[in-house]
């Protein structure tokens, strides 16, 4: 077992310190770098930086970074959450490890969209029938993972067919 022992600490984000939402930082004792590219082939758009080394994702609507001896988690509502958070991601990285015989390490990196490449592919209706006022505002919420496609119902009509299939090779 890589990680066998962690502690978990709940903190307020610099930006916002009013902010109801925490952020949730393990210390791992052990060094899981070497762990990394494993993780990395085994989760969707990871943004790896093998020279820090670092790995940032995705998972359940919240962003992990994994770093030699640490995992930082957003959007935790309490301590309890980031506990259970906290395990349920060293039992991931315990899983991927043990099975690391299996598993193609990646180096590879996901590039995240840039908005502007986004929004020159949207109807540019600015409809609101994505829930945000803009197509600039829905690009940016698309860029970041916070949106998905089919939130825009124009999207979805057979004119902006070709449209929707760039914009699905770029991995959103």
């Given amino acids: 077992m890589l990680i066998e022992h962690y502690d978990v600490e709940v903190t307020t984000p610099e930006c ?26 085994s989760v969707e758009k ?3 930086l093998p020279g820090v080394p670092a790995l940032v994702f995705r998972d359940e ?14 959007n935790i509502t309490d301590k309890p959450e980031a506990g259970q958070l906290a395990q349920r991601m060293v039992d991931k990285i315990n899983r991927i490890w043990e099975d690391r015989e299996n598993i193609e390490p990646s180096f590879a ?27 600039m505002a829905y690009a940016a919420k ?5 949106a998905m496609l089919e939130e825009c119902p124009v999207l979805s009509e057979e004119e902006c067919a070709d449209k929707l299939k760039a914009m699905r090779g770029m991995g959103l």
Avoid: Q
Avoid at 31 to 40: F, M, Q
Avoid at 61 to 74: C, F, N, T, V
Avoid at 109 to 135: A, Q
């Fill in 16 to 41: 916002d310190l009013e902010s109801p939402i925490y952020m949730g930082k393990v210390k791992i004792p052990a060094d899981i770098s070497e762990a990394l590219p494993y993780v990395n082939a």
């Fill in 46 to 48: 990871g943004e790896f």
């Fill in 61 to 74: 609507g919240r962003k992990y970074a994994l770093r030699p001896h640490e995992i930082l988690m957003s």
């Fill in 109 to 135: 990196s996901w590039e995240k969209p840039k908005v502007l490449d986004i929004l020159r592919l949207l109807p540019g209706t600015n409809c609101k029938e994505c829930g945000v006022p803009t197509c």
């Fill in 142 to 146: 698309l860029s970041e993972g916070k």
